[in-house]
């Protein structure tokens, strides 16, 4: 048994080429179809905010937009779930302190 396939071989997929984001102006590798999340995990990033009361760090916990805790500031729009974001070539990706809405004055 040949073992030296990849899942996209057996399924017959040509994804497009990586690109890049960036974290905190650290640039990341994302893939094609990666939520912003998935990236930042790819990169061994697990926190992206921390909360209002605290200053506790958050990352994804549910992984499919229903618990809040992957909230990140993206491309400047803070309260982004980054777990249904996907990922865009240059995005960039800021970490969100509190509510998001610091810059904002509100």
Do not use: K
């Not at 909360?51 to 809040?68: D, E, K, L, S, Y």
């Amino acid at each position: 048994m040949a073992r030296d396939r990849t899942p996209a071989d057996l399924v017959g997929a040509a994804p497009d080429a990586a690109f890049e984001i960036s974290f905190d102006g650290r640039p990341v590798p994302a893939l094609p179809g990666q939520s912003v999340a998935a990236a930042l995990w790819a990169a061994g990033v697990l926190a992206w905010r921390t909360t209002r009361v605290g200053g506790r760090p958050r990352g994804a916990f549910c992984g499919i937009g229903q618990c809040h805790d992957c909230l990140a500031t993206i491309n400047s729009r803070p309260n982004r779930r980054a777990c249904l974001v996907p990922a865009r070539p240059g995005d960039a990706v800021t970490t969100q302190e509190g509510h998001g809405h610091a810059g904002l004055g509100v």
